[in-house]
């Protein structure tokens, strides 16, 4: 089985902090993404990665960067976190066209 | 341009009943993949099934059924005999063929809450 583990499922951080989100896959998968979950509006897409070193801009890139320095570990950082941040944020992992593979999910809030 | 939409934004149903969550896709791509996720309280969506363009005959998986048509560009979830564990949001997915990275694009999430 696929696992995908994000390091915390609950955060709290004040504002401006610099916030890193981790994620790491067990399947040798190319494919990581993040995605930003929000009543209403369902999941958005952040970023993604299709190979270690490679990402590209989602849907709403803006506030955020992202590193892949090993194929096995896509993290998310919050350069200068700002309450409108607050959302739960989930990592996935892919083989090009199977489905992806979910984690728990990382439920941030900036005070 | 790609998109997805669940209309339905909350479904109560009680339970033993029938539910159908609806979804309804836009792409200009002849070749596509179309999913459905379940996301239960616990937070971690959960892969229920995948559909390519080419197939549009009706799966059955237990009490989970699909309906897939191309001619109105829909993407239905039947639940039959509903049961409590079936309360979750539910998230209908494209993949477009001219995407070359397996990013999905998600409808907005259906939450079925199934009362005893």
Redesign the interface.
């Known amino acids: 089985d696929v696992k995908v583990t994000q390091s915390s499922r609950y955060l709290v951080k004040r504002t401006g902090e610099k916030v890193f989100l981790e994620c790491v896959q067990d399947m040798d998968h190319e494919n990581m993404f993040w995605y930003r979950q929000d009543p209403g509006l369902g999941l958005r897409l952040i970023y993604f990665s299709y190979d270690v070193k490679m990402k590209e801009k989602g849907d709403i890139p803006e506030g955020y960067s992202v590193s892949r320095e090993k194929k096995e570990r896509f993290s998310l950082i919050l350069e200068s976190a700002s309450t409108n941040q607050t959302s739960m944020y989930l990592c996935a992992s892919s083989l090009l066209w199977s489905p992806l593979h979910f984690g728990n999910g990382t439920r941030l809030t900036v005070t | 341009a790609q998109k997805v939409t669940?209309a339905q934004?909350e479904i109560s149903v009680v339970e033993k009943e029938d539910v159908t969550l609806d979804c309804v896709y836009e792409t200009r791509d002849t070749t596509y993949?179309l999913?459905w996720?379940k996301q239960p309280p616990?937070?971690?969506?959960?892969?229920l099934i995948?559909r390519n363009s080419f197939d549009e005959q009706n799966e059955i998986s237990g009490r989970y059924s699909w309906n897939f048509q191309k001619s109105t560009s829909s993407f239905n979830f039947t639940i039959t005999a509903s049961q409590v564990v079936d309360s979750a949001v539910y998230?209908c997915a494209l993949?477009h063929g001219s995407s070359?990275?397996?990013?999905?694009i998600?409808?907005?999430?259906t939450t079925l809450q199934v009362k005893p």
């Not at chain 2, 616990?42 to 892969?47: C, D, P, T, Y």
């Not at chain 2, 070359?100 to 999905?104: D, V, Y």
Request: charged content about 15%; aromatic content about 26%.
């Open positions: 669940q934004t993949y999913f996720y616990s937070g971690e969506l959960v892969f995948r998230f993949l070359n990275t397996g990013k999905l998600f409808g907005q999430g």
